[in-house]
């Protein structure tokens, strides 16, 4: 049974790719969607409820909070995927480069990334942004230096693995070109993995850019972006818990979804040895069954 | 052992090093000239003359590694320049910062420790049924949520709604409980996983199947797969400690708590340069110190490693 084809059996995994097709379309689409310009100041109108002319209420400054989550998929998603898209490829890239190449350059690539890693992210980002000042493009900036090595770490460990594969050795043999190798067999045994950690950093980045933009480092007003939300929604706390609830809600669904997806991908890949659906898979480990087949798996 | 542990610190100096170096690079990247910032938080018109005098003054014209030998020198001596903002010795502003950071990391860890024990003890006990599956859920989602936005919504609920807790600042012992509960939401997913799998695999090991052949009590045996299960678990506290500390950022700021990344984003906002570079030093250090004692300490308890070691 192909990827594609286990991945549509799983009912969850579907639902949660075809959320995220549709913020995505949302966020390409938002001009059309939008009842409100997200940046019309109404005052007289500030701090409404829910109502028919504003789905979601409208903020303190008489903007609709509706169009504002909208118009934030166009900063916080399109920018972390931006983000995401430029750290898997470096990752990748100089993963394959350091799994690859023997010698002086793997090992430059490979104690570079040591020295970055010796960094927490977290502080990594705060030094990055410290230094370039607070702006989006800078988040971005600094989430792509702050995670690239660790994916090149990663990508290398795996890529390592495929080499040791006979198939890999067999081609070898063959005098295939280290390039024909990369494309015939490195690249498709690893795009599992890359597609399934894609995911995860995705979610990863869109907090990383909606905590900073909360903090004031990130989004500058009056652009919508979900964290900068939040942060006006904690001056009227006291008076309007309403007003976290839109972009919170909105973040949290992201989120979930690109988690909930991750796990799916991972577990449409790993079926590749036993035939069972995703479905089938997790009865079967609910009925405690799933264990012995992983291990019987492994012992062969 | 002693062998291992000399071996391990012989390596973290070069790491140091290295580090520091980074850390130093990092801050001459940027666009602007120093000498000039100092002078305008100062309100002094940055002419070419005063500038000029400034850079002399900073040591600004020094090569490129005499610069760095000197910010190094002055680091370990506790000198970490002064703020450009207040004129404060940075080491000063430091000193009153960490404390409440430290307090806010400990109380968070006591939480994660806590919660994610029992409640990946009671997950595994109950595994697959529905406790589990409600816990993890539970966990799950709690994870998803930005932790600037748990952090409001546990402030308006206990603090505005309830007007149980302080919403912010630090006075008195119950202002603590909320940053420290919205800090540990973030980890805890992970270590009750963590233990929750450790648990379950290893109550398959066959050391278990023979400590139930021998008859054992249950509780004997359930202690037996505990202790054997805590081990990864300790290596991941320990990893988590820095990540803490760093991680306090977001939630310094929510609930206006007086420590080091409530300091670091309000040099960030001045461009107090002195102060992110101590705050990047610091972190760096304590980072390496960190990994370097998780090491150590998981040599030290693990028979099969201390071999290995040797």
């Known amino acids: 049974m192909s990827f594609f084809k286990r991945l549509q059996q799983d009912k969850l995994g579907i639902t949660c790719l075809l959320f995220l097709g549709v913020v995505s379309l949302a966020g390409i689409f938002a001009p059309l969607i939008a009842p ?47 983000a995401m898209g430029v750290t898997i490829f470096s990752g990748v890239a100089f993963g394959i480069l350091a799994g690859y190449s023997n010698g002086r350059v793997r090992e430059v690539i490979l104690r570079f990334c040591d020295a970055m890693l010796s960094f927490p992210s977290e502080v990594m980002i705060l030094a990055i942004i410290g230094i370039l000042g607070p702006g989006i493009m800078n988040i971005v900036i600094a989430n792509i230096l702050s995670k690239w090595a660790w994916y090149t770490r990663m990508i290398y460990s795996s890529v390592q693995q495929y080499r040791s594969k006979n198939y890999v050795k067999f ?35 869109i907090l990383s850019i909606s905590s900073l933009s909360f903090l004031g480092l990130g989004v500058q007003p009056p652009a919508p972006e979900w964290g900068m939300m939040l942060n006006e929604a904690k001056n009227v706390l006291f008076t309007h818990p309403w007003q976290m609830i839109p972009a919170g809600i909105t973040i949290l669904l992201v989120i979930v979804a690109l988690n909930f997806l991750g796990d799916s991908l991972q577990q449409a890949m790993n079926s590749k040895s036993y035939m069972a659906s995703p479905k089938q898979q997790r009865k079967l480990f609910r009925l405690g069954e799933g264990r012995k087949m992983v291990s019987d798996h492994t012992d062969r | 052992m002693k062998q291992y542990v000399i ?36 309100q002094i018109t940055p002419t070419e003359e005063v500038v000029q005098s400034m850079r002399e003054e900073l040591g600004l014209d020094d090569p490129f590694l005499i610069r760095y030998k000197n910010w190094m020198m002055d680091s370990f001596q506790g000198s970490l320049g002064t703020s450009y903002v207040n004129k404060k010795p940075v080491l000063e502003e430091l000193r009153q910062a960490i404390p409440p950071t430290l307090e806010l990391a400990g109380a968070t860890l006591i939480i994660i420790v806590f919660f994610s024990v029992s409640i990946g003890i009671i997950c595994s006990i109950f595994e697959n049924r529905w406790q589990d599956r409600f816990l993890r859920g539970f966990i ?130 001045n461009s107090d340069y002195p102060v992110i570079q101590a705050y990047i030093l610091m972190m760096a250090v304590l980072f390496i110190i960190c990994n370097l004692l998780v090491d150590i300490v998981v040599v030290m308890i693990d028979p099969r490693l201390r071999r290995e070691a040797k």
């Not at chain 2, 520091?20 to 100092?38: G, K, V």
């Open chain 1, 36 to 82: 409100h310009d997200p940046t019309l100041l109404q005052v007289d109108m500030k701090l409404a409820m829910p109502s028919a002319e504003y789905p979601l209420g409208t903020d303190h400054l008489g903007r609709c909070l509706f169009s504002r989550v909208l118009f934030g998929i166009r900063t916080t998603f399109f920018y972390a995927l931006l």
């Open chain 2, 140 to 269: 799950f989602l709690l994870a998803a949520m930005p932790s600037f936005w748990i952090g409001l919504l546990l402030m308006w609920y206990f603090s505005v709604y309830l007007g149980w807790l302080p919403t912010s600042g630090k006075n008195g012992p119950s202002s603590i409980i909320l940053p420290a509960v919205t800090l540990s939401l973030t980890f805890l997913s992970t270590y009750v996983r963590l233990i929750r799998n450790n648990m379950i695999q290893n109550t398959q090991e066959n050391f278990i199947l023979y400590a139930k052949l021998r008859g054992l009590k249950q509780s004997t045996v359930m202690w037996k797969v505990f202790s054997n299960s805590i081990q990864s678990a300790l290596t991941a506290f320990g990893m988590s400690i820095p990540r803490l500390i760093a991680g306090t950022v977001v939630v310094e700021n929510i609930f206006a708590w007086p420590g080091i990344g409530r300091l670091c984003v309000k040099a960030i906002f």
């Open chain 2, 7 to 42: 071996k391990r610190i012989a390596g973290t100096v070069p790491l140091l090093l290295l580090v520091t170096f980074l850390a130093f690079i990092l801050i001459n990247l940027r666009t602007s000239d120093p000498a000039e910032i100092a002078l305008r938080v100062n």
């Open chain 1, 171 to 205: 081609a070898q043999v063959h005098q295939a070109s280290p390039i024909y190798i990369m494309r015939k067999h490195i690249v498709p045994g690893i795009s599992g993995e890359v597609t399934t950690h894609s995911t995860l950093e995705m979610g990863w980045v």
